[in-house]
């Protein structure tokens, strides 16, 4: 089942708005059939920490768009690579703050992504999430991106259906 864009939206305000409810509504009253011996003695302070909330996007938001893998490097705290379920990989060089997506071309999930620890540059990906869901894309393969992810080469295991990890050789 899809679930659009507006539904999203929808939930998480709601989600968000609940807490802000339960405040605005204060204490039980006598009017609502609560004696006041039962009532608490004070209603909590109202705290607005939502008030400086503000929407923005960070990369799918529809069931099948989790994430299934995130990866980064040790010498490099804002690179970081992400893949989806629902299939798509995103980068970042700035620690999150804004994502670029880079394989929008290819229909799969993704089951693991690895970068070269000696070139950063070198990003492997592997299609096939391994969690079986109703929202998972059989994967094509292992793919290689020599650019940082601009361009993409199938480098082999397209039957393999789900692949869940990549390993690369130190050396």
């Known amino acids: 089942m899809k679930t659009s864009l507006f539904a999203n939206v929808f939930g998480a305000l709601l989600f968000l708005s609940a807490p802000s409810a339960a405040f605005a509504q204060g204490a039980p009253s006598e009017a609502a059939?609560?004696?006041?011996?039962?009532?608490?003695?004070?209603?909590?302070?109202?705290?607005?920490?939502?008030?400086?909330?503000?929407?923005?996007?960070?990369?799918?938001?529809?069931?099948?768009?989790?994430?299934?893998?995130?990866?980064?490097?040790?010498?490099?705290?804002?690179?970081?690579?992400?893949?989806?379920?629902?299939?798509?990989?995103?980068?970042?060089?700035?620690?999150?703050?804004?994502?670029?997506?880079?394989?929008?071309?290819y229909a799969s999930s993704i089951g693991a992504i690895a970068i070269d620890p000696k070139n950063h540059d070198t990003v492997w990906v592997a299609t096939g999430e391994a969690n079986a869901r109703n929202s998972v894309l059989p994967g094509n393969g292992v793919y290689k991106s020599t650019d940082g992810g601009k361009t993409w080469k199938n480098v082999g295991l397209a039957a393999t259906r789900t692949i869940a990890s990549i390993v690369i050789d130190p050396r």
């Open 33 to 105: 059939g609560v004696k006041p011996s039962m009532a608490p003695s004070a209603a909590p302070t109202p705290v607005a920490p939502y008030n400086k909330l503000a929407f923005r996007s960070i990369g799918p938001a529809v069931a099948g768009g989790r994430l299934s893998v995130s990866v980064g490097v040790a010498d490099d705290p804002k690179l970081y690579y992400i893949g989806t379920a629902g299939g798509g990989v995103w980068k970042t060089v700035n620690g999150g703050a804004t994502w670029t997506s880079l394989f929008d071309k």
